[in-house]
């Protein structure tokens, strides 16, 4: 059977890696999560005091980080590692999602994880969802998408994920976080947070995940 990639983009807590989660596990792809690695690279950082804009620095810290998908039984989805760690849950906490942006910008960062990413789909069939793949990592992804959602619901939504791993974290500084990430990754000079203008819109504001799962789905039929 024909694979193709499938390329989430979009703005932040907006369903990209739950859809692509499911969307890969209906299809048997492979889903990675690319958000994930550069919050890895952002806990190396911020462990190893790296000074983000001290170029050499930043290049010798990428040399030395080492980023893994690890697929994990119990949780029935892939646990990052980093140099060999499983960091899966420190990568989530609030303080690196306050300095993921920043360190995003980076494009020695990005050219690192772009080159990675390019790598582990060379096979395709697979989802990745993230801020810049149908635009840079997989210009030619037979299935893109752009997603997007109301501010404040995007902010309940990541609350209540948070909640869930018992971090109490008001809302108004959710809010403000992801309109911040959100400015910050939009206006980058590299791999800007951009709609691909081949991409479909998908606001899920008022859409259930199945709804969204079927939308990508029937996208992914219609590329065969
Ligand atoms: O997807 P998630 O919200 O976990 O991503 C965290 C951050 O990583 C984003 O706010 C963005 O700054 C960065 N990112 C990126 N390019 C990607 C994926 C994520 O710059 N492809």
């Known amino acids: 059977m024909k694979k193709v990639i499938i390329a989430l983009d979009g703005h932040s807590s907006c369903g990209k890696s739950t859809t692509a989660k499911r969307v890969a596990a209906q299809l048997g792809y492979a889903f990675i999560d690319t958000g994930a690695m550069y919050r890895a ?14 170029t050499a620095e930043v ?8 980023i893994r998908f690890v697929f994990n039984q119990q949780r029935g989805a892939s646990d990052v590692y980093l140099n060999d760690l499983n960091v899966e849950e420190e990568i989530r906490k609030m303080y690196i999602s306050q300095m993921v942006a920043q360190v995003s910008a980076i494009p020695a960062v990005r050219k690192a994880m772009v080159a990675q990413q390019q790598q582990m789909a060379k096979h395709r069939g697979v989802v990745m969802d993230g801020r810049d793949i149908g635009t840079q990592v997989f210009p030619d992804a037979e299935v893109k998408v752009f997603m997007t959602a109301d501010t404040v619901i995007r902010a309940e939504r990541r609350q209540k994920e948070l909640l869930e791993k018992n971090e109490l974290v008001d809302l108004e500084e959710i809010i403000e976080n992801l309109k911040q990430r959100d400015l910050i990754d939009s206006t980058r000079s590299e ?14 504001s008022f859409m259930t995940l199945e709804e969204q799962v079927n939308f990508v789905l029937d996208l992914h039929q219609k590329a065969l």
């Open 59 to 66: 290049e010798k810290a990428l040399s030395q980080i080492h």
């Open 41 to 54: 690279v952002s806990l190396y950082f911020h462990q190893q005091k790296i000074n983000s804009s001290d």
């Open 191 to 204: 791999g800007p947070l951009v709609q691909a203008k081949d991409a479909v819109l998908m606001d899920t």
